[in-house]
């Protein structure tokens, strides 16, 4: 057999809640110019045959790829690995089950509350039985030091009133002559005067005892504490009092600190505490988790050399990081980020310009989001009660998916949010598990057991079990029909619940698009996941969407999308400045700096010239508002040349609907975003490729199988065409009613639907 060379098989591998999908590549011996690719599916957990998911899935890519036997739980040899990209839903579910590490929070004297009494906002007002959320830390320390701004924004002649600085910002030139000025220093009483990091004035009221907090940690680290969070008032402006602590505690001992100002520097104290403790929670089970990982390899995949296989990680913002940036923060949304850049880069036509929705139907979720030629990334999110403050795709998400349990309840079908998740699984799964959608399309003939990879039971090579799923629904069909004095069949309740699971997909995408102002149908729909293909035609007619795209790998396309994300690194920093034609100069001057700075790390990670493209960002608000948005400029607004004031006022006008004309525009942070590319060109979009496609209808007689299929409005069609994509070539074009398969996929093609095969896609065209 062929030699592989070394460092050239690049894997990706996506742990989901109930599958782990990977994808690889590598020279195919035969052409080393083309790459042959690999896709492997397991379950994420399978305790009695494997302990960690990806790295079983990875000794499987080497034995392909190599043609040898590796043992399972040897150590496995990096020399043939590229790179490894992973994306996991680890921190995520730690978060979600509280199942965290045990930290301890030290916060300013008199502020040991805060984060309890959170901001006053109450999501469910008419709830009866309100229950918040615990916080994450577990003890609280008062550390007594304190800083504050001199004079207050609201000062109509606040410019006027400020301290002036000398050119460098190194010394006063004039104090501060505003309301309460003390008539004789620089503020409105004692203490030393320093410039923050966003310009604004801060007095020193109260400098740390430093052997006094040394006595604190050393109390915490002696009671078993090991991870930190510090969130002090204004550090955002001012760190220096958070970084002296944070040296401190490592010195005592402290293994993960997570100091507020480092992590994200962003004005509000609640959410800016509250992100800090989540990332102690996380950081530490984070980095247990991948310590376990890479005890499965040899040392050269941890040693960060230049000549040693890559490990990078998605991050929540769709960004991929190396081992020192990813934490537990960053990884809240890692897990469906890689299905949003794969769908992204591969769906988007920069000249046609369609908006795009991704439909993810995943075993334990459905996860939706929007893409218009960028990303949408939101700053502030609510994760099982947890406010969050770090960049993240705008991913919806509802407890729907293969996985979702089925009940009756009160007269109500419902499918969620309850999971069987992948232990127990469905009942179908022959581990004694509940009824779920899975069992649900299997019934209605939407997934065939012959085709269905044969990965269950205990030998781990046996098929569905229908007859599970049938017991169990017709258990559920006679109370249904028992309670309701109906006679409903089978089929129509079995199928009820789908309608049921449908709608609650298609309420997220709503509140994507009609919610914020676009047409639904003018888009088209990315459906991807490995329960995607059972559902995207019903949900497009539910929505009015005419176009349907399902990629050749949409069952792994979170893993796929990990091939093609790019390296990001970002820079924040906090502002307090009037946006005006005299402020311009200086906000482009930071901007600069950052850009600078952001370039020379990308640089050191190996990305420069044509291969970094970088985004400048100010998060701005108008003058009394307390919504900011983080706005980036673009040719066609005001003069062209990075007129922030015009974009403003776009981003705002299409969010809100109106503009505040008589305020000012303050800006809060400054920002830049840098982006590594990590491939060159996709090639041809989709569309053009349908348009010169000469279309083929495909027969019948080149079906592998026949089906029987439960359709909406037409009932059972006995005889479904069953065709294998394998043998589809590009330019078919198959009618519905039929069903398209793969090893990882069924796709359902309802009647009047029409699906022409190009070199990447199933495009799907809905009829009537």
């Known amino acids: 057999m062929t030699e592989i060379p070394d460092r050239s098989i690049r894997i990706c591998a996506d742990r989901g809640g109930t599958f782990c999908d990977v994808h690889a590549s590598y020279p195919d011996p035969a052409n080393p110019n083309e790459r042959k690719d690999i896709v492997v599916k397991l379950l994420s957990q399978d305790t009695a045959n494997y302990g960690d998911a990806p790295t079983e899935g990875i000794r499987r890519v080497l034995e392909i790829a190599t043609g040898e036997t590796i043992p399972r739980g040897s150590v496995l040899d990096t020399s043939k690995i590229d790179y490894i990209r992973l994306s996991t839903t680890v921190a995520t579910n730690a978060l979600l089950e509280r199942k965290g590490h045990r930290h301890a929070l030290l916060i300013t004297k008199g502020f040991k509350d805060l984060l309890l009494i959170g901001n006053q906002s109450r999501p469910r007002i008419f709830d009866l039985n309100i229950r918040r959320p615990s ?81 604190d940690l050393q109390r915490l680290h002696d009671a078993g504490y090991r991870s930190l969070a510090i969130v002090l008032v204004h550090s955002y402006t001012f760190p220096e009092h958070e970084i002296q602590i944070g040296k401190l505690a490592r010195e005592v001992g402290f293994t993960q600190v997570s100091e507020s100002s480092q992590l994200l520097p962003m004005i509000k104290m609640v959410p800016r505490g509250v992100s800090s403790t989540a990332d102690a929670y996380l950081t530490p089970i984070l980095r247990e988790y991948l310590d376990g990982f890479f005890y499965g390899f040899d040392a050269k995949l941890k040693d960060g050399r230049i000549k040693s296989p890559r490990v990078e990680f998605m991050g929540s913002d769709g960004g991929l990081l190396d081992l020192n940036n990813f934490s537990g923060l960053k990884s809240i949304l890692s897990g469906p980020a890689g299905g949003v850049v794969g769908y992204a880069l591969t769906s988007w036509d920069a000249d046609r310009k369609y908006p795009i929705i991704g439909l993810d139907v995943g075993g334990t979720s459905t996860d939706v989001s929007r893409f218009d030629g960028r990303y949408e990334v939101v700053y502030e999110t609510t994760t099982a009660g947890v406010t969050i403050q770090s960049p993240q795709l705008d991913i919806n998400t509802v407890a729907a998916g293969g996985g979702s349990c089925l009940t009756f309840r009160n007269g109500l079908f419902l499918a969620g949010p309850e999971s069987a998740g992948a232990q127990p699984g469905p009942a179908c799964y022959r581990k004694g598990g509940p009824l779920a959608v899975t069992d649900a399309n299997l019934l209605l003939g939407r997934l065939i057991p012959d085709y269905f990879p044969k990965i269950f039971g205990k030998s781990e090579k046996e098929p569905l079990d229908s007859e599970a799923s049938r017991v169990a629904f017709e258990k559920v069909a006679k109370e249904i029909n028992e309670s309701q004095e109906m006679n409903l069949g089978l089929d129509d309740i079995v199928y009820g619940f789908i309608k049921v699971a449908n709608e609650t997909m298609c309420r997220p995408i709503r509140a994507l698009t009609e919610a914020r102002g676009y047409s639904t149908g003018r888009h088209v729909l990315a459906s991807f996941g490995g329960a995607g293909g059972q559902h995207a035609c019903e949900i497009a007619s539910l929505l009015g969407i005419k176009t349907i795209l399902i990629h050749r790998y949409s069952s792994i396309l979170s893993a796929y999308g990990l091939a093609l994300a790019d390296r990001a690194y970002e820079l924040q920093e906090p502002s307090s400045t009037f946006y005006s034609a005299q402020t311009r100069r200086y906000l482009t001057v930071r901007l600069d700096k950052l850009t600078s700075d952001v370039k020379a790390e990308l640089k050191h990670q190996g990305f420069e010239g044509d291969r970094v493209r970088v985004e400048r960002m100010l998060n701005m608000r108008f003058e009394g508002t307390d919504t900011a948005l983080m706005v980036l400029p673009n040719e066609n607004d005001g003069d062209g040349a990075e007129d922030f004031e015009a974009a403003f006022k776009r981003v705002y006008k299409a969010e809100f609907g109106f503009l505040l004309d008589t305020k000012s525009i303050i800006v809060d942070d400054v920002k830049v975003r840098g982006i590594g590319k990590t491939f060159d060109h996709l090639g041809e979009s989709v569309y053009s490729e349908v348009d010169r496609l000469e279309k083929n209808p495909v027969t019948r007689g080149r079906a592998d199988s026949t089906y029987s299929v439960y359709f909406d409005k037409v009932g059972r069609v006995a005889d479904t065409p069953v065709f294998l994509l394998d043998n589809l070539v590009v330019g078919d074009e198959v009618t519905g009613p039929a069903m398209i398969i793969d090893n990882t996929q069924t796709i359902v093609i309802v009647p009047g639907a029409r699906a022409v095969l190009t070199s990447k896609h199933l495009y799907i065209t809905l009829g009537g």
């Open 135 to 215: 916080p994450l830390y577990s003890e609280v320390v008062e550390v007594d030091e304190r800083v504050t701004l001199v004079g207050y924004t609201s000062d109509p002649k606040s410019e006027e009133n400020a301290v002036q600085w000398s050119e460098d910002g190194s010394s006063i030139q004039r104090g501060y002559r505003g309301p309460g000025w003390d008539g004789e220093g620089d503020a409105e009483g004692p203490g030393d005067i320093v410039r923050g990091i966003s310009g604004e004035a801060v007095r020193i009221l109260k400098r740390p005892d430093l052997d006094l907090v040394r006595h």
